[in-house]
């Protein structure tokens, strides 16, 4: 194994912009999402999840710099968080890896981990 990181791998932080890009795409249009959002400019949550990404794929520790650490069921408490938004949320993001078509191995492992994940946020299961 080279010491060469999965961050690398993917070629670096030009594609985690362009990933976490198209997905907030997505989410701005996604009427279920979208009201999720306390902020109405989509930019800063933007730019955190993409710093979270880059940091856990082994790219520079800008995230835990500037939120400590991440926590991430915890920071997802405070809201809605079913499968039904789940779906979605994926839906956005597979269309966004899609777009960015990575190769075959790579595109597994990043799906892979993103679908555990949002298995993971899910906070409500009572709905209709
Ligand atoms: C933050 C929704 C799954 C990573 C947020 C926020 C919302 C949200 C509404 C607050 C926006 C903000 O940053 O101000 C959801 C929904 C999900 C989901 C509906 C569906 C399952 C995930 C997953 C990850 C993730 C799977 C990681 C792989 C993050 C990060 C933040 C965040 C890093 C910012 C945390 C912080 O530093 O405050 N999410 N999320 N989310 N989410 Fe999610």
Redesign the pocket.
Known sequence: ESGTTFYEAVGGSETFVRLVRRFYQGVAEDPV?RP????EDLG??EE??R???IQ?WGGPRT?SDQ?GH?R?RM??AP?R?GTR??D???EHMRAAMDEIALPAELDQQLWQ??VM??H???NTFDEP
């Not at 999720?36 to 902020?39: A, I, N, Q, R, S």
């Open positions: 999402l999720l959002y306390p902020e800063p949550a955190r999840l710093l979270f990404l856990y995230y939120r991440p991430l920071r997802h809201f968080v938004e789940r979605r949320w994926l981990y993103l994940a949002a993971s946020m899910v």
